[in-house]
C-alpha cells in the first residue's frame, strides 16, 4: 500500500510548486495576461489570489484551534495591497509562500486549526493544510503556465497525491447524496486507483488495488470509471480539462452529476 507524503515532503513541493508558479509569472510576456482556466483573471489575478492565500492560510496555521477563521486574518485578505511592477511582485510572491512555510514549520503536522473541509478524511490541522497547499500550488502553475503559453503536467509524485487529496478534501462529506447510489473509480496510468462512493450517507475515498489484464475490471462495481494520467484526473478534477480528454467506461453522464452536486455541510 501507497504511503501518503511525509509532512517534510510536503514542505518541500509547496516550496517547488511556488518556484515554478514565480518562473511562469517571470516569462509570461505580460501580467495582463489572461488565465483560461481562470475566467476573467489576469495573470496579475492569479498572482494575488495564490499569494493571498499562502499568507492567509499562514494565519490560520498561526492561530492553531479555532472554529472559523481569525478575523484579522480574513479582513487582512480582504484587503490585500499587492504591487503592480513585476519583479516587486515576485519578490512578494516568493515572501508569502516563505510566511506560510514557516507557519507550518513551526507548528509541526498536527496542530490543530481552522478549515473550510469536512474532517470525514481529511483532517482539520496544519498537515491538512499543507497537503492541500501543495495542490493548489500546482494547480495555479499549471494555470500560469497556460497563461504563458507554456503549459506543462503535473509533476508526478505531485499528481498521484493529489487525485487522493481531492477526492478526501474537497468530495468527502457526510452530506446525503440526491441520486441513486453509485461508485466512481479513478484509475492512474501511474498504477495508483481509489473508489469515490456516493450515497445517503455521504461521499468517502478508499485506495482500490488497479485493474491489471489479469484480472480486469469489475463494469458493475461502478458506475463510471475514469482512466488518465495522475496530472490529467487531478486537472479534471479541478475543472482544467474536460472529461473527454480522459478515457470513461460505464455512465459518462454521472461525472456531470458529481460535478453539479453542491453538498449541504
Known amino acids: 500500500m501507497e504511503k501518503n507524503l511525509e509532512f517534510p515532503d510536503l514542505l518541500r513541493l509547496i516550496d517547488e510548486r511556488s518556484t515554478a508558479f514565480r518562473a511562469a ?17 489576469t495573470l496579475f489575478d492569479l498572482v494575488k489570489h495564490l ?21 484579522e486574518a480574513t479582513a487582512a485578505r480582504a484587503a490585500l495591497e499587492v504591487p ?36 470525514l478524511q481529511t483532517p482539520r490541522t496544519s498537515g491538512g493544510v499543507a497537503r492541500h497547499r501543495v495542490q493548489e500550488s500546482a494547480v495555479h502553475t499549471y494555470d500560469a503556465q497556460l497563461a504563458a503559453g507554456a503549459p506543462q503536467p503535473l509533476p508526478t509524485e505531485v499528481a498521484l497525491d493529489g ?16 441520486h441513486k447510489p453509485t461508485a466512481f ?19 468517502r475515498s478508499t485506495r482500490i488495488p488497479a485493474p491489471t489484464a489479469a484480472t480486469g475490471e469489475d463494469s ?22 474536460p472529461a473527454d480528454s480522459l478515457h470513461v467506461d460505464g455512465d459518462a453522464g454521472l461525472l456531470d452529476l458529481l460535478r453539479a452536486w453542491e453538498p449541504e455541510e
Not at 463510471?224 to 482544467?240: N, Q
Open 25 to 41: 509569472v517571470a516569462a509570461a510576456p505580460s501580467l495582463d495576461a489572461q488565465v483560461p482556466t481562470c475566467p476573467g483573471w
Open 51 to 71: 499569494g493571498g492565500g499562502d499568507r492567509f492560510w499562514a494565519a490560520i496555521v498561526g492561530a492553531g484551534p479555532a472554529d472559523a477563521p481569525p478575523a
Open 84 to 119: 503592480r511592477e513585476r519583479e516587486a511582485l515576485l519578490a512578494w510572491l516568493a515572501a508569502s509562500t516563505q510566511l506560510l512555510l514557516s507557519a507550518l514549520r513551526e507548528a509541526g503536522p498536527d496542530v490543530g486549526c481552522w478549515a473550510w473541509w469536512s474532517a
Open 163 to 178: 487525485v487522493e487529496e481531492f477526492l478526501f478534501t474537497c468530495v468527502a462529506t457526510p452530506s446525503a447524496w440526491p
Open 185 to 203: 473509480d479513478f484509475h492512474t496510468a501511474e498504477g495508483r486507483s481509489w473508489r469515490l462512493t456516493v450515497d445517503g450517507d455521504g461521499a
Open 220 to 241: 458493475d462495481a461502478a458506475g463510471a470509471s475514469i482512466h488518465g494520467t495522475a496530472s490529467e484526473l487531478v486537472l479534471y478534477l479541478y475543472d482544467r480539462i
